[in-house]
């Protein structure tokens, strides 16, 4: 006979809660998880401390409002993050420790920000390598520092609030970018499905840059230009450079290079007030923005009112009126921190702040 040993199993659950439309529904719902998880699980739960559900509710640490689908850190949080994260980012050497006590605020911090900013905890794990125990130390790095900087402005920025959903943002035009690098041809462009396009040569120092640069600057170019007229929409946004459209969508990159894109591209994001949903898009598929990439205007215009793209009549095609002119790069060392500076600047207000109406039900410890 065989013989079977059972291990016992300790669950344990911070705080859990539920959302919905209707908060009577809400609540008989935690109820009855409540019921099913004690006698199938094993799982009890402190029901002293439950929270009916209520429009605007407090729990994780953080202030949920189903009136406009957003969530904010609590005023006392909020002000200790903003010390802690200041005081980091003018340290001269931080221990294991500290940075990973900076690391769990920041991920609150950024749960505030809109999609992207992922971006910004890179350097503070990759400065943890090889750290073993709790008090050992290492020198901070320029761009850890800066990283630090870049979270204390948003996150004062933004007043600690943010979404916590986003399906109050009605759906705007779909965009498609390219970009292209040859002996001959090194350009880019892209149009959208309300009839605004674009494109350029990218100048001699541009040029020397790799390809999933180019793409990423080129989606940029995009949000520069149209990203006003955004305003409180989500994006598709369709490139057929995996580097770049895979690093966008996970808010990070192994690779420097694009880590400097993905924070301007979530600047903008924060001063346009709208979201990207990055897609990507094969080259065959992608043939619109691919003759604007390579300088084939004429091409791109006969290709278009068969292409099944444009929402709008073909008379409400709307060209750059700066088409075909040669761009020049940035010559920051970080293109994403001067656009934050840029932007805390001429700007003192959370621009995100609409949804609709739901309820909002919580259920205590476990």
């Known amino acids: 006979s065989e013989l079977v040993l059972t291990l016992p199993l300790t669950v344990f659950v911070d705080d859990g809660g539920l959302i919905g439309p209707v908060a009577v529904t809400v609540d008989d719902e935690m109820e009855g998880f409540q019921d099913w998880s004690t006698r199938v699980c094993g799982v009890p739960w402190k029901r002293p401390k439950d929270r009916l559900a209520a429009t605007p509710q407090y729990y994780i640490g953080f202030w949920w409002d189903s009136r406009n689908l957003t969530r904010c850190l609590s005023e006392e949080k909020l002000g200790k993050y903003l010390r802690e994260i200041a005081d980091a980012a003018s340290a001269r050497s931080l221990s294991l420790r500290a940075r990973q006590s900076l690391a769990g605020k920041m991920q609150r911090a950024i749960m505030t920000l809109p999609p992207g900013a992922a971006c910004l905890l890179v350097n503070c794990y990759r400065m943890m390598s090889g750290l073993l125990l709790p008090w050992h130390e290492r020198r901070t790095s320029q761009a850890e520092r800066e990283d630090y900087q870049f979270v204390h402005d948003c996150l004062k920025y933004v007043d600690g609030k943010g979404y916590y959903s986003y399906d109050g943002f009605p759906e705007g035009p779909t965009v498609l970018s390219d970009a292209s ?186």
Not at 242 to 270: M, P, T
Request: hydrophobic share 35%.
């Open 181 to 366: 690098k040859s002996r001959t041809c090194t350009a880019g462009g892209y149009v959208d499905s309300h009839g605004y396009y674009d494109w350029w040569r990218f100048g001699t120092s541009a040029a020397r840059k790799p390809i999933d640069y180019l793409e990423g600057e080129t989606v940029l170019q995009a949000c520069r230009d149209r990203g006003n007229a955004w305003r409180g929409c989500q994006i598709p946004f369709g490139c057929d450079n995996q580097a770049f459209e895979l690093s966008a969508e996970r808010g990070r990159s192994h690779a420097d290079r694009l880590n400097s894109l993905l924070k301007e591209l979530f600047v903008l994001q924060i001063r346009h007030g709208f979201v990207l949903q990055m897609f990507w898009i094969s080259t065959v598929d992608n043939f619109l923005a691919d003759h604007l990439s390579r300088a084939r205007e004429e091409e791109f215009l006969l290709a278009l009112p068969s292409a099944g793209l444009l929402v709008v009549p073909l008379s409400d095609l709307k060209r750059h009126p700066g088409a075909g002119r040669t761009l020049t790069l940035s010559s920051s060392r970080d293109p994403g921190m001067a656009a934050l500076r840029q932007l805390t600047e001429g700007y003192s207000s959370n621009n995100l702040r609409d949804g609709p109406n739901r309820g909002v039900g919580v259920g205590g410890d476990a």
